[in-house]
């Protein structure tokens, strides 16, 4: 088929990318030429903004969009009016940062979040699900063949937030390395590289709908025993009660990613349905594999841009 994606040159899109072009198929970017301007070099790229000139996407026809994007409705609604010609299916990347404090097991037609001005295009903590709640309305308004995937926490190589990276890079350092005792904190993290297989085989099959894209339930228990077990070196983690971490400053999420909330609110989130997605052709595969994975993808890092500083982890340690 013939294929636009909308970004496709960081993460994600990255893997996206990679496995339309494994399976055969003809893939056009579009990107602002901005963001790892040189990956795919033998594709052909367009280059504008979304939010601004998007006439490159003028005079072509293409069987399919996906778009790993738009943060902002507007984003949908400018490349809409030219795609028209087209008529594609349309997969949009969302989150599930849609939903609105969602219960364990919330599935695909659980409650989404609302904004107080959803004319704002600052896109922060507080407006990002909202937003993309409304990307998927202006997905659905303008192209009747669609499909919403929303993932959750995705992790493994080229991952640029550090999330996950943070503690498979720290505890392949060695060391000690001090972990809250929250082993039953609920998890789910899904390798980019399955979700990517998950969405092309949407696209392949032009199924239509709404999907939750999320990794197998674990906790970060089971998270830190994977890690410690399958990365080289000899990392102790010493196990600390959560209030010492708070005495210290360390927030959960900024300074010890991946660790939900303290105040337990949220675990929802992590406990996200994926039934329908299963159903659908998502598989994955181990933790170990991702694990390992990462840690050789990102292993000469220096330093990563979560995590707690070696002052915290000392007094910490004391």
């Not at 087209?86 to 997969?91: A, I």
């Not at 009747?144 to 992790?155: D, E, K, M, S, T």
Request: net charge negative.
């Amino acid at each position: 088929m013939n294929i636009l994606v909308l970004g496709g040159t960081k993460f994600v899109g990255r893997a996206i990318v990679e496995r339309l072009v494994t399976n055969g198929h003809q893939v056009t970017l579009f990107t602002r030429g901005q963001t790892n301007a040189d990956a795919f070099p033998d594709l052909p790229h367009l280059v504008g903004d979304r939010l601004g000139d998007v006439s490159a996407l003028d005079n072509a026809i293409w069987d399919v969009v996906v778009d790993v994007s738009a943060y902002v409705p507007r984003a949908v609604d400018n490349v809409a009016h030219h795609l028209v010609r087209s008529n594609p299916y349309y997969l949009f990347i969302s989150t599930i940062s849609v939903y609105d404090d969602p219960p364990a097991g919330t599935g695909e037609a659980g409650n989404l979040l609302g904004l107080e001005d959803p004319t704002t295009e600052v896109v922060n903590g507080e407006t990002y699900g909202g937003l993309k709640v409304l990307c998927e309305k202006a997905v659905e308004s303008h192209f009747p063949q669609h499909a919403i995937v929303r993932p959750g926490l995705i992790v493994g190589p080229h991952d640029p937030t550090d999330r996950f990276t943070y503690w498979v890079w720290r505890i392949g350092q060695g060391g000690r390395v001090p972990v809250p005792d929250v082993p039953d904190f609920p998890l789910q993290v899904i390798d980019v590289r399955d979700l990517a297989s998950f969405v092309v085989g949407l696209v392949e099959s032009k199924a239509e709908g709404v999907f939750n894209a999320v990794g197998a339930d674990i906790t970060v228990g089971e998270m830190f025993q994977t890690i410690s077990s399958t990365v080289p070196g000899s990392a102790e983690l010493v196990t600390l009660p959560k209030e010492k971490f708070i005495e210290n400053g360390v927030e959960a999420w900024k300074h010890l990613p991946m660790v939900a909330a303290f105040d337990g609110s949220g675990h929802g989130m992590m406990r996200v349905s994926a039934s329908k997605a299963e159903t659908n052709g998502l598989s994955r595969r181990p933790l170990t594999d991702t694990v390992r994975d990462t840690f050789e993808f990102f292993k000469d890092r220096e330093s990563m841009v979560v995590g707690m500083s070696s002052e915290q982890e000392a007094a910490l340690l004391r």
